[in-house]
């Protein structure tokens, strides 16, 4: 599966931004698929995924403010995020094929290339 983010750029503070991803290869029907970002200076840590059976998981700092989606027709997933803040400023990477998912471990199998997301205050 390759995927491919986009929407990424910058925003003011308490503002929204819309994060796609197109993936490409085989259907993601079966698949969890989610989001990871990587701040300056930090390492990657889950955000978001929304399961193959449609169920979504948010990390605790964005519960409340994002939303997950997917259509799986088009092979596209979706990141809403509203109500940004600059501690949101981070690499943003679509990612495939999640696994752990609940747990303290969330790990994926295919990684897209990230959009930058600038968040000002």
């Known amino acids: 599966v390759q995927l491919q983010a986009s929407g990424g750029g910058l925003v003011q503070a308490g503002g929204p931004l819309r994060l796609s991803c197109a993936a490409s290869?085989?259907?993601?029907?079966?698949?969890?698929m989610g989001w990871f970002r990587q701040a300056p200076g930090k390492e990657r840590e889950f955000v978001s995924a929304i399961s193959w059976r449609d169920r979504p998981y948010y990390v605790e700092s964005v519960e409340g403010r994002f939303i997950v989606s997917r259509d799986n027709g088009k092979k596209f997933i979706y990141l809403q995020m509203n109500k940004l803040k600059p501690e949101d400023t981070a690499v943003y990477f679509c990612v495939a094929r999640i696994i752990g998912l609940g747990s303290t471990d969330v790990r994926a199998d295919y990684w897209g290339r990230g959009t930058q997301v600038t968040v000002s205050s």
């Open positions: 290869g085989r259907a993601i029907n079966n698949y969890n």
